[in-house]
């Protein structure tokens, strides 16, 4: 036999196996339609599903089809990037990006119909010259600041932006702001800012605009404050499952589920320390259970001292210092079998720490803790809307 007749003679290579993630973010599109459908207005208001941020976690372009899917009236976006990645994907709703500036290239946006938000003169510009240059509309939402002193016109240039926006070419389809305490669910914190939306809106149209898109209302108060709705209310926390009112539970559910799986699990006497520097020590015989994750996928080192995990239907504490990618969880002396599914977040509901439960312990918000998870998990998409379950 020759040598060639050798190497075909050989039994074939099987495939490799596919691997399984060490962890991964479940992101539930069915619970996101539910959410669009709680936060969405009665009545003619519109809803614009926020997916910037790769869908706060979740998936933006995923998300962005599923918000479509279910009647969402417009996207929206922080980068241009984001948005021209939501147009070569073939998502064609309207497209709102609030972070352009006078330095970003806008031309490919404004020739993929990107609605462009200016707060100021120079991005106005830039936006014509945009539009000047690939012959196409450009159309623009003019951004008000009524009393978040963040992004927006301030009210002392508002009357130039706009005078300058209707001598531009460029049309104005809309005009709106952000509020800074809707989260209040007292009727009274986003008075103010009404009130100077409403005046905003009044000079617009005396120095020659004509804007069809008036929005003012986030997620709270979307769920909250009906006086803010107007045309359009934009919601990006509480699609995702984060109640965002005050002491307020609208039934949103979380979107995200992150599971890993115990790779050790070990029998320790008391006294042992764990993990680095020994910040935490077993004050008795106990069994402590090694999970791949940490610091290095977006899980919070602030867990190490009141973060917990669902492990067989139990709740059982982190311990000792999260490290990039491992934490210890003790389980007492609950028997806890090699490979079994650990719980990072999932839902309340069910017993489950969530995001806003990781928020509390670490001393931050819900929103940070969903956008930072990520590092070497996974994420799986199941309940697509129009598509199989994956």
């Known amino acids: 036999m020759t040598s060639a007749e050798q190497f075909h003679a050989r039994p074939p290579v099987s495939a490799a196996p596919v691997p399984i993630p060490l962890a991964t973010r479940i992101i539930d599109h069915a619970a996101i339609a539910r959410n669009i459908d709680r936060l969405r207005p009665d009545g003619d208001t519109g809803i614009m599903v926020v997916v910037k941020a790769d869908g706060f976690g979740h998936g933006m372009l995923e998300v962005a089809r599923t918000a479509v899917a279910v009647g969402a009236d417009w996207l929206g976006v922080a980068t241009v990037d984001e948005a021209l990645t939501l147009r070569a994907a073939g998502i064609d709703a309207p497209v709102l990006c609030w972070l352009a500036d006078p330095w970003t290239n806008l031309t490919d946006a404004v020739a993929a119909t990107i609605t462009i938000s200016c707060a100021n003169i120079e991005t106005l510009q830039a936006v014509a010259a945009a539009a000047a240059a690939t012959g196409t509309a450009a159309q623009v939402h003019l951004e008000l600041d009524t009393g978040m002193a963040r992004g927006g016109a301030e009210s002392s240039r ?31 914190s986003t008075t103010a800012q009404k009130i100077a939306f409403d005046e905003g809106v009044e000079t617009a149209r005396e120095l020659g605009l004509s804007p069809r898109v008036l929005h003012l209302a986030n997620s709270a108060a979307a769920l909250d404050h ?3 709705w107007f045309d359009l209310v934009r919601c990006g926390a509480g699609v ?20 890993s799986r115990a790779t050790q699990v070990r029998r320790v006497p008391a006294g042992s320390g764990v993990s680095y520097n020994h910040a935490y020590v077993t004050d008795r015989e106990t069994t402590l259970v090694l999970v791949p994750v940490g610091y290095g996928d977006g899980v919070p080192r602030g867990l190490s001292r009141g973060g917990q995990v669902v492990i067989d239907g139990r709740r059982h504490p982190i311990v000792g210092a999260i490290s990039m990618d491992q934490l210890v969880v003790d389980v007492g002396d609950a028997p806890v079998a090699l490979g079994a599914e650990v719980v990072l977040l999932g839902s309340p509901r069910h017993g489950e720490p969530d995001a806003q439960e990781w928020a509390d312990v670490t001393g931050t918000i819900a929103h940070e803790i969903l956008t930072g998870l990520g590092g070497r998990m996974a994420r799986e998409h199941i309940n697509q809307v129009g598509t199989a379950s994956s």
């Open 158 to 188: 508002w009357a130039e932006l706009c005078a300058a926006a209707a001598a531009s070419g460029v049309e104005v389809t809309g005009i709106w702001s952000h509020l800074a305490l809707a989260a209040d669910p007292d009727p009274l």
């Open 240 to 259: 995702y499952g984060i109640e965002t009112v005050r002491n307020r539970n609208h039934a949103l559910e979380p979107a995200m589920r992150v599971v």
């Open 226 to 228: 009906d006086q803010t």
